[in-house]
């Protein structure tokens, strides 16, 4: 089984500026990956996939990179509705399909 | 636009059996070709995959799951349902439903990932 690390777990940062946001493979998951934004009673949305992808209706703010091991989620310009858990996800090895633990983006 | 609903007891006894179906409007199951697959998350904590079944009724399962993980399809429905056996607290969890969505990669190998989700139930094991 891929586990999937997401670090920080908690990270807090102002409206307007830059967060980012890291997800690491226990090995290599080629560019199948997708990140996911969950808010409070909320189900998970689709952010990205295959690593870089936005899905339909995602804003430009929010960009992915990586590929193997190493992946990035990138906020450019934070908006108050961003504030959220954030998920990675591998599916390139599979069963089972795994998820990271989550960062949390909290209002600084 | 394709929604997912899951129904079923919010209230499960130890060792019995967690049952929910999720009904799909706006889309049919039977007429593409997507996976459709169950995620929970235990409150306050992440994510785990459940399992996954195709419209002509092939499944596979958690490894860590598989053994008490039942997944179906009623295409006449349009609904698919899951059955965990031998239930405890440890499963007590925000049950989502969602539809897979997929792309070939350059290898020409197909890769699904999570597309529409439903909006999720809470289902507590208690007596």
């Known amino acids: 089984e891929i586990v999937m690390t997401q670090s920080p777990a908690t990270l807090s940062v102002s409206p307007g500026e830059r967060a980012t946001l890291s997800c690491r493979a226990s090995?290599?998951?080629?560019?199948?990956l997708a990140w996911y934004q969950q808010k409070p009673g909320q189900a998970p949305r689709l952010l990205i996939y295959g690593a870089s992808t936005r899905a339909t209706g995602i804003p430009a703010r929010f960009s992915g990179s990586g590929s193997g091991t190493e992946f990035t989620l990138t906020i450019s310009s934070l908006q108050s509705e961003d504030f959220a858990v954030y998920y990675c996800?591998?599916?390139?090895?599979?069963?089972?399909?795994?998820f990271g633990q989550g960062t949390k983006l909290e209002f600084k | 636009q394709l929604q997912l609903q899951e129904s079923g007891p919010g209230l499960v006894k130890p060792s019995e059996t967690l049952s929910l179906t999720c009904t799909v409007s706006g889309g049919s199951i039977s007429s593409s070709s997507y996976y459709w697959g169950w995620i929970r998350q235990p409150p306050g904590k992440g994510l785990e995959w459940i399992g996954s079944i195709y419209y002509s009724g092939s499944t596979y399962y958690n490894p860590s799951l598989k053994s008490r993980v039942t997944i179906s399809v009623d295409t006449s429905k349009n609904q698919f349902s899951l059955k965990l056996s031998s239930v405890t607290a440890a499963d007590t969890a925000v049950y989502y439903c969602a539809r897979h969505s997929y792309y070939y990669d350059s290898s020409a190998s197909r890769r699904e990932y999570f597309y529409h989700w439903g909006q999720g139930t809470l289902v507590t094991v208690s007596s």
């Open positions: 090995q290599s998951v080629s560019s199948n």
């Open positions: 996800q591998q599916y390139n090895n599979w069963p089972p399909y795994t």
